[in-house]
């Protein structure tokens, strides 16, 4: 059980911590609680299917076409629905969740409630210290670690990354310094949905797939960046391991734990905030809260 | 004799005076006429149906924006308020008997509890944080609510709660009434200073708390009414429904809560009532598109955000009516002077 823990705490971590960093990224540069954020992932995961099943496209090609047509997807949906109302905050929600329907209608259109997998990339599995782990989790596990160091790359080292952390530092100065803001903005949704997309191909082999597997880790998610401080890339790295070992010990340790594992995860959220509002690494929005 | 002649005449200056000036209270009278009057022409149980259900969530829909339109608490949880409400009325009817008129107000009690204790932890975020904080509540409560199955039901919830009253007719009148009773308490009650209060904590908390007002009291104040209202149609709720499911209190509803007070427009209270009796006999009327009807339902909240983003009743209240420069009194659009102050408009 113990090693059972450990495994899904991880991988459920990183794929959390991937989901919540798109958010983060985007509420932070552009402004936008993007509530069908998780709508993509599910998306994604649906796109890989369709090109397994029925262009009989390999996983390690379906997966990086679905992830680009998933980013281009959203700057679309972005250019149309988000961008004219931009202004109005509470607009903006409703769209994002018009446009998470949406996605999970057309689903629910084409496929039915039903549940749909695809088959594991890599079969077998390895032992680890006495411990049998299938190939699939390690493979996704290492895809999943390899993807964080890559964003953490791209923000720290390349100069798009620095404009997307100028601007969400100060909009109003970075557009001053001679950053493009509506193209900045527009680029970290893209960003930001792939990296969604990216967390739907890593989980794809390991979960079955419903046209409402997206809520879930949108909860997840929520509690992830508001336990990590809005915006902190840090915080929702760390917020995502700690509630995702929260959650799998809860599913694990308690009887009916599998009803309560949100319920655990977001009474952490709450207990955080009652003792520290600005959440683990709360950053400079002190007036915004 | 003279005395009903003196206030039936008075009533009618008012009427004229107050109502018959501008399109939108013409437009408000004509709505809550024929709301009343409907049953005289038709009393077709699958519409009467629909009708019940659109007053009991105008109720919902005007409380959320009383709180987060008027107060600017965004509440993404609103479904917690219902569903309190409509688990402890079902419980205080099934286990301890209670007619429907004291289990619903009760029931509406219930509510306020859950407004106070979600407000307290939530007075010290704001924004967005508050926006996902409160969205927890409800979910975290649904946890609860399937992890122990002996008081709520699980999954299936109550069941075999008493009628509202004995005939569909009453049912309908029932929620007209409190519907229209309600809305109106709740618009008098943003037109009122507390109101004010509340909207000024909207538009600038500092500002508020630096004229010596106490915002915590009014922002908690702001919580158990909008609590109060919600979970009075929560109450309702589970009489007309004779269940109290995990369906109250699901993330969905509370988007669709949302949806409908944006739609219909913030910060009006007729906005809110009017979104939901346009949207919810709209989704049922797409009920013979079974497969397409929330995908059409999304895709017009979608276009109508496009062109309207303040939403629908202010939208259009502004392309009949105009705000006088000066004493910020609302005229039709076809005045050249003010009504009040005969300044110039536009």
Same mark, same amino acid.
């Given at each position: ?28 540069? &552009? ?37 680009? +047509? =998933? ?18 905050? &509470? ?23 039903? !549940? ?92 079955? *797939? ?30 995502? !391991?700690?509630?995702?070992? +929260?959650?799998?010990?809860?599913? $694990?340790?308690?009887?009916?734990? +599998? ?12 207990? @955080? ?6 959440? *683990? ?9 | ?19 018959? =000036? ?35 969530? +105008? ?87 399937? &992890? ?69 009291? !009014? ?10 209202? &919600? ?53 049922? $009327? ?33 392309? @009949? ?23 110039? *408009?536009?």
């Amino acid at each position: 059980m113990i090693q059972n823990i450990i495994i899904n705490g991880l991988i459920n971590g990183s794929v959390y911590a991937l989901l919540a960093i798109g958010f983060s990224l985007v509420f932070g540069v &552009a402004r936008i609680v993007n509530i069908a954020h998780t709508a993509f992932y599910m998306l994604a995961a649906y796109f890989i299917y369709i090109g397994f099943h029925y262009f009989g496209m390999s996983p390690y090609v379906a997966m990086p076409i679905s992830i680009m +047509a =998933v980013g281009l997807l959203a700057i679309l949906c972005y250019k149309i629905f988000i961008k004219p109302i931009r202004e109005h905050e &509470a607009a903006v929600l409703i769209a994002t969740i018009a446009l998470a329907m949406v996605i999970q209608e057309s689903l629910l259109i084409g496929f039915g409630g039903h !549940y749909l997998g695809v088959p594991p990339l890599v079969s077998g599995y390895a032992t680890i210290v006495g411990v049998k782990v299938t190939n699939q989790h390690i493979l996704a596990l290492v895809v999943a670690l390899l993807s964080l160091l890559g964003v953490r790359f791209f923000l720290m080292k390349t100069r798009l990354g620095l404009a997307l952390r100028a601007t969400a530092q100060d909009r109003e100065v970075a557009n001053l310094m001679g950053m493009n803001e509506s193209m900045v903005a527009m680029l970290t949704m893209g960003i930001s949905v792939m990296l969604a997309a990216l967390s739907g191909a890593i989980v794809v082999p390991l979960f079955v *797939l419903d046209p409402h597997m997206w809520m879930h880790p949108l909860t997840m998610m929520l509690a992830i960046v508001v336990l990590g401080g809005l915006g902190s890339i840090k915080g929702s790295f760390v917020g995502a !391991y700690i509630l995702a070992f +929260a959650e799998v010990l809860v599913v $694990f340790l308690i009887p009916m734990g +599998a009803y309560l594992k949100g319920s655990v995860a977001l009474s952490i959220m709450i207990l @955080v905030l009652l003792i520290r509002p600005e959440g *683990l690494f709360g950053v400079a929005f002190e007036e915004e809260r | 004799m003279g005395v009903i002649g003196f206030y039936f005449r008075k009533a009618h200056t008012l009427f004229r005076k107050e109502v018959l =000036v501008l399109p939108s209270r013409i437009v408000v009278f004509v709505f809550m006429i024929s709301l009343l009057l409907l049953p005289v022409f038709t009393q077709d149980p699958y519409l009467l149906r629909i009708l019940i259900l659109t007053n009991i969530f +105008a109720i919902l829909a005007a409380s959320w924006d009383l709180l987060s339109g008027f107060t600017g608490q965004m509440n993404f949880g609103h479904a917690l308020f219902f569903g309190v409400a409509a688990y402890c009325t079902g419980i205080l009817n099934l286990r301890l008997d209670m007619p429907p008129y004291v289990s619903i107000p009760l029931g509406a009690m219930g509510a306020v509890l859950a407004g106070l204790v979600v407000g307290i932890p939530c007075l010290r975020l704001r924004g967005t944080y508050l926006a996902l904080t409160t969205l927890s509540f409800p979910i975290i409560l649904l946890g609860l609510v399937f &992890a122990i199955p002996d008081v709520t039901g699980g999954e299936l919830g109550i069941s075999g709660i008493d009628r509202l009253s004995s005939s569909r007719l009453g049912d309908f009148y029932i929620t007209s009434v409190l519907m229209l009773g309600l809305g109106f308490i709740m618009w008098k009650i943003t037109d009122s200073n507390t109101g004010i209060i509340l909207h000024a904590i909207r538009e600038d908390e500092v500002a508020v708390r630096a004229s010596g007002i106490n915002t915590t009291r !009014y922002k908690l104040l702001a919580f158990c009414l909008s609590g109060f209202f &919600a979970g009075i149609a929560g109450g309702l709720y589970a009489h007309v429904m004779r269940t109290a499911g995990p369906s109250t209190l699901e993330v969905a509803l509370s988007f669709q809560i949302v949806i409908w007070a944006v739609f219909g427009g913030m910060v009006s209270i007729y906005g809110p009532v009017a979104g939901v009796f346009i949207l919810f006999p709209l989704l049922e $009327f797409l009920r013979f598109l079974p497969k397409v009807r929330m995908l059409a339902f999304a895709v017009i909240v979608l276009v109508t955000l496009l062109y309207m983003p303040q939403g629908l009743a202010p939208w259009l209240r502004d392309k @009949v009516e105009k705000e006088c420069p000066r004493c910020k009194i609302r005229n039709v659009a076809l005045r050249k002077s003010c009504r009040v102050c005969t300044a110039d *408009l536009d």
